[in-house]
């Protein structure tokens, strides 16, 4: 059975650092590239980023390409998140989700989403 | 506001269909297939339907999606309490080169 569990979140500054995990289990997680896709307060799902399955490649949205590092360990069945230089409009709950393929392409979709992790920036 | 425009929220009896639309353009819907999630209050999303019209193992079969041009909606016949929740669709989209969802539909069942 697929589990994704993200760690991590938590209150943290405007213009801080804050790094998120996602341990994998119950699939073949080398194989199969991963999104983190985030849900502000109330409001609808948005992509932020992928990663091939052998970390190769990264993909990102414009809202958050130079800020935002998305990076992986197969050895250890993980994905990260880094986030800096934190804004007020990053506060969202951060899902890890898995793609049915290992590269980014027209064909994606996720087919399995972890509980999420809550970041929330404030002064 | 959302590549993908969906009506913010649609109600209906318990027992009857509800059918929640999704429009996009060429760049997206029009040359891509959907996906369609289910959010339940508090919850992660669940995949409910991928591939314009593809049920996955495990959905209930009273959902349904199809697709026409560049627009794509998702059908829930024989309406039920536990089918109150926030429905996204999701598509790639040609422009941006990524994904991108709808602003979401709330069911409410009367």
């Known amino acids: 059975q697929v589990h994704l569990v993200e760690s991590g979140g938590g209150v943290v500054q405007p213009g801080e650092s804050r790094r998120l995990s996602c341990a994998a289990s119950g699939f073949n997680f080398g194989a199969y590239g991963i999104h983190w896709v985030r849900q502000a307060p109330g409001k609808g799902l948005d992509w932020m980023a992928f990663?091939?399955?052998?970390?190769?490649?990264?993909y990102y949205a414009d809202s958050v390409k130079g800020r935002f590092t998305i990076s992986r360990d197969n050895s250890k069945n993980t994905l990260y998140l880094q986030m800096n230089s934190l804004k007020a409009e990053d506060t969202a709950i951060y899902y890890c989700?898995?793609?049915?393929?290992?590269?980014?392409?027209?064909?994606?979709?996720?087919?399995?989403w972890g509980q999420g992790a809550l970041v929330t920036v404030t002064s | 506001q959302s590549v993908l425009t969906q009506p913010p929220s649609v109600s209906e009896a318990p027992r009857q269909r509800v059918t929640i639309s999704c429009s996009g353009s060429s760049s997206n819907i029009g040359n891509n297939p959907v996906i369609w999630y289910q959010q339940l209050p508090g919850k992660a999303p669940k995949l409910l339907i991928y591939?314009?019209?593809l049920v996955p193992s495990g959905v209930s079969d009273r959902f349904s999606g199809s697709k026409s041009g560049t627009s794509a909606s998702l059908a829930i016949s024989g309406l039920q309490s536990e089918d109150e929740a926030d429905y996204y669709c999701?598509?790639?989209?040609?422009?941006?080169?990524?994904?991108?969802f709808g602003g979401g539909t709330k069911v409410t069942v009367l």
């Open positions: 989700a898995k793609d049915r393929d290992g590269m980014f392409s027209s064909g994606w979709y996720v087919d399995h």
């Open positions: 999701a598509t790639w989209d040609d422009t941006l080169s990524g994904p991108v």
């Open positions: 591939y314009d019209d």
């Open positions: 990663i091939q399955y052998d970390g190769s490649n990264e």
